[in-house]
């Protein structure tokens, strides 16, 4: 079962609500990750942790907080967006990867989900 | 910050021909791999390469990998509509996990 589950689909949010999105894995994975993909662009990596603890931060504004309460899930909570943050938000796992060639692991995908902030 | 360009960024051919897509990358990697992702969802592994080989199959899927030019690419053979969406390749760096998708190719299959 290579399956990440993503909720809500769809979120429309005034700028200064709270909410968040939800991910959840039941693969094993020690790795997991948030990207943010705006429309007829590359998703862009936000975070990243590893075995329940954030090993990368990509310099992301703290009204995006993320939390990994344990090892099959992680959330992004949001508060105080801005428009420009609408996007496709996507999240990831894996297992958590050697340094070297032969790790070659797998990242696998959730649908995501679409945030409008109005 | 995105490594990988793709070109070309869009393609367009008719069903049962090849399609074509390649990746360059600017620094060393663990790996390459290939994902398909359909309009407004989310992405589909289709395959990894790993940084001491020089050429995969998967399918109808052909992939390979020039470490000294920092190129791949990814041939679809025989496609069909079903295939329509974009292409992006990912790297991986050494030291950590870190994936870093190019530009992508949005491939349009016309049955």
């Known amino acids: 079962d290579t399956e990440v589950t993503q909720t809500p689909k769809h979120l429309v949010m005034g700028m200064t609500n709270k909410k968040s999105l939800k991910c959840e894995q039941h693969m094993g994975h020690r790795a997991m990750y948030w990207y943010k993909q705006k429309a007829k662009k590359p998703p862009e990596l936000m975070f990243v942790y590893s075995y329940e603890k954030l090993s990368i931060n990509e310099s992301v504004p703290s009204r995006f907080s993320p939390e990994c309460p344990n090892s099959s899930l992680l959330n992004l909570h949001l508060h105080a967006l801005q428009p420009e943050d609408s996007a496709l938000y996507l999240c990831a796992s894996s297992q958590v990867g050697g340094t070297d060639f032969r790790s070659g692991n797998t990242i696998y995908f959730g649908e995501g989900s679409w945030l409008t902030v109005v | 910050s995105q490594q990988g360009e793709e070109d070309p960024q869009a393609l367009s051919i008719q069903e049962g021909e090849n399609a074509t897509m390649n990746c360059s990358y600017k620094?060393?990697?663990?790996?390459l791999q290939w994902y398909r992702q359909n309009s407004g969802r989310g992405l589909v592994h289709l395959i990894l390469?790993?940084?001491?080989?020089r050429e995969k199959h998967s399918g109808r899927l052909r992939v390979t990998l020039d470490t000294s030019k920092k190129s791949s690419s990814l041939l679809i053979t025989a496609s069909r509509a079903a295939d329509t969406a974009s292409y992006f390749c990912a790297t991986t760096n050494t030291g950590f996990q870190k994936l870093v998708f190019g530009t992508g190719t949005r491939l349009l299959v016309s049955p």
């Open positions: 620094t060393s990697i663990n790996n």
């Open positions: 390469i790993r940084s001491n080989e």
